[in-house]
Structure formats: structure tokens, C-alpha cells
């Protein structure tokens, strides 16, 4: 009587099951890796964002300190007028007008915490904008820095122009040339220092 294999199969079966579940493993890892990489740029991000706004909040921050401190005067100003309300026996038409100064400096109050709400956002434009004005000046510099360069060695900074073409070159560059031009080969009739 033959015997079947089918105990080779299940090894075969669970080395499958095996690979597979290493497999599945493995993916898990590398989404946790993901995902923790993801956590940390955004944690950057935003570590980012507060230090470049900490300066501005500490400055809205003692403007509503002075506020606070001229509403606590105005508190204690209306306290004291109410004091003399009780000790004086002010007449009604007297603590009307009492009534509606207070109600206008309550109002004054919430109009400026307002006005401070207004500020914090204008603080965020002028953040966004300021980032805008720094790359286009970065642009700028490059830009310029590119354009003092020689345009025979690209290393050195112009230091000496053409005449009468107007082409600039260093001054390493200059005994080279040999008469003509380095761009346009139109005759050099002289060479002026530039003084930047």
C-alpha cells in the first residue's frame, strides 16, 4: 500500500501562510514608518508656523494687557462714580447719564477687542506676504549676482566694460581678450573700470 504526501502539502500550505503573513508584517512596518515620517513633518511644519508668529502674538499680547489695564481703570472708574452715586444721593437724571457713560465705554471695549481680532488677522496676511516679498528678493539677488559675473570665466565678478559694445568682463579675463570682443568679436577700442 502507498502512502499520500498530503502532510508535504500542509507545510507547503503553511509556508505560504507564512510568507504571506511576513509579508503582511512587513507593509504594516513600512505604513507605521510612513506615518511617522508624516507626523514628524507636520510636527516641523508647525514648530515652524509658532516661532514665526511668537513675536507678533507677544506684541498683540501686551496690547491687550494695555487694554485690559485701561478697561480695569474704567471699572474702577465707573466703581468710584458709583460710590459717589450712593454717598452724594445723585439725582435719576444724573445716574441716567452714569448709566449710558458706562454702556459707552462697555461698548468702546468690545469695539477694540474687535479691532484686536482684525489685527491678529492682518498679522497672518502680513506673515504670508512678507514670505512672498522674501523669495522674490532672494530671486532678485540671485538674479543680480548672475549678472555681475564674467561672462568669459562665469566665476569672477565684472569688473571692467567694453567700449563701445558695452560687454563686462573680470579682470583676470581682460588681458585675453586680444583686441575683439568676447560675445559680439567687435573691435574693443577701450576698457573703463567699473566701481560697484
Known sequence: MVVKAEPVKQNT?????????LKKLRLE????????ETEQLNHRRSRLTLETKESEVRRLEGQRREDLRELIDLRALVAAQKKEILILYISEEELQGLRKE?????STFKKREKTLDKVKLLVDEIGVKFDQQTLQ?????????????????????????????GHTVCGDCRPHLKGSCHLC????????????
Do not use: M, W
Open 13 to 21: 500550505q503553511s509556508d505560504d501562510e507564512n510568507d504571506l503573513f
Open 29 to 36: 512596518l513600512q505604513l507605521a514608518k510612513l506615518a511617522l
Open 102 to 106: 458706562y454702556s459707552r465705554l462697555a
Open 137 to 165: 528678493l532672494t530671486q532678485v539677488k540671485e538674479t543680480l549676482t548672475l549678472s555681475r559675473e564674467c561672462k568669459v570665466c562665469l566665476q569672477e565678478a565684472s569688473l571692467f566694460v567694453l567700449v563701445p559694445c
Open 185 to 196: 568679436r567687435g573691435d574693443i577700442r577701450q576698457t573703463i573700470k567699473l566701481h560697484l
